[in-house]
């Protein structure tokens, strides 16, 4: 799945929607520390009154907002695994009958809980839903709908939330006139921070593929491999985060701690086409000749058997392959730190020609070419002579 496919998805999250069709919507409740289940309720999802559908359509958006690689996850299934999740979920989204749906959900629940139960009372929901695609775009010269042939994705939704103890709260009784002290028993859920996800099967471009499925971590690049390999039981993952330490440490492994913020900017600038390019195809990845030829076109003079043994050193496979968008900072905005003791700075990565370290009377001196006069506080800047 890319972005395009999840936002399709997430903006068919919500209610009355002809798109989205949601038949069940299961809710399993488990103690904290515990490793059984304490209840669980299954309903038609249209039985929910409107603000209750409401709140869950909200959690679900919430649960699928995130960048790929950073909040959310496409995981591909292990092969040969016992008590395989994509066996149990795929023979749940098969299921025409109501209780074997929730036989199977009750087994992905007991592998979520069974070695690691979670800290609070949690509140894990299913929902069984068709998203329908339209494959075409409205005609309407001939009057022709984009409802009229359509793609008919069935998928399993899940959401793992904590629960929250009542508040404590001092009351007014108009009719009394008098305060009272009211404390609620029942634990509140909160589907407004969902502790973690998924989503079965991965849905490319209206096309399902029961072979991966979308994980969806609570905090940007920082996944719960456990979930990822025995609940899920996924492949390993690499965040961008960790995408992008695995090229700094190979660039400088190659060109050193320091470079021209000029090569940086050429470098990055580079590794942007290519995102742009492919774009509406599968994310590119970066070998060690495609990082030893953006290096070169950035300003350096590096071979590519340093660039390969460079990958040996820091990922221990030589074969490894980056994907580009998780190392090019977010390129129209300002993405770049520029850390020092006197002050913090953020810049473009497009923009970083436009700075320079300098030596100024004796001192090193962070100098940014500019078009206006800079403003502190309200006031212009004095311009002064400038002397290498």
Not at 48 to 73: A, I, S, V
Not at 179 to 194: H, Q, R, S, T, W
Not at 356 to 362: A, I
Request: proline share 4%; aromatic share 8%; hydrophobic share 35%.
């Amino acid at each position: 799945m890319d972005k395009k496919d999840i936002a399709g998805i997430r903006r068919q999250l919500k209610v009355d929607n002809d798109l989205l069709k949601i038949s069940d919507i299961f809710n399993v409740y488990v103690m904290k520390e515990a490793t059984d289940i304490y209840h669980h309720q299954s309903q038609p999802f249209e039985m929910l009154d409107r603000d209750q559908q409401e709140l869950f359509m909200n959690n679900f958006k919430k649960l699928l907002t995130g960048q790929l690689d950073e909040k959310l996850f496409e995981l591909k299934f292990q092969r040969d695994v016992e008590n395989s999740s994509q066996f149990i979920l795929h023979k749940g989204l098969l299921s025409s009958d109501v209780e074997d749906w929730k036989e199977q959900m009750l087994l992905m629940t007991q592998k979520m809980i069974e070695d690691q139960p979670y800290e609070t009372d949690t509140v894990i929901t299913f929902i069984r839903a068709e998203y329908l695609k339209p494959t075409k775009r409205r005609n309407e010269e001939t009057e022709e709908s984009e409802r009229d042939a359509v793609y008919s994705n069935p998928f399993i939704l899940c959401s793992i939330n904590k629960t929250e103890e009542p508040k404590k709260e001092i009351h007014f009784d108009y009719i009394e006139k008098t305060f009272k002290y009211k404390i609620e028993a029942d634990p509140v859920i909160d589907l407004k921070n969902p502790l973690s996800g998924f989503l079965f099967p991965s849905i490319t471009d209206g096309a399902a593929d029961v072979n991966r499925v979308l994980y969806a971590a609570g905090k940007a690049n920082a996944p719960d491999d456990r979930f990822i390999e025995d609940v899920l039981n996924g492949e390993d993952i690499m965040t961008a985060k960790e995408d992008k330490a695995v090229f700094e440490e190979v660039v400088k492994d190659v060109v050193g701690e320091q470079v021209n913020p000029s090569t940086l900017a050429n470098v990055y600038g580079e590794i942007n086409r290519v995102v742009e390019e492919h774009e509406e195809e599968t994310p590119p990845t970066l070998d060690y000749k495609d990082v030893e030829r953006v290096l070169n076109q950035g300003g350096e003079q590096v071979d590519a058997e340093t660039v390969k043994s460079a990958f040996q050193r820091v990922t221990d496979n030589e074969s490894y392959e980056l994907k580009a968008s998780s190392i090019v900072p977010k390129y129209n905005s300002k993405s770049i730190k520029i850390n020092t003791k006197i002050a913090n700075i953020s810049i473009s990565p497009q923009d970083l020609e436009y700075v320079k370290q300098v030596n100024y009377q004796g001192k090193r001196c962070i100098m940014i070419e500019v078009e206006e006069d800079a403003e502190v506080d309200g006031f212009k800047m004095l311009p002064e002579a400038y002397t290498e």
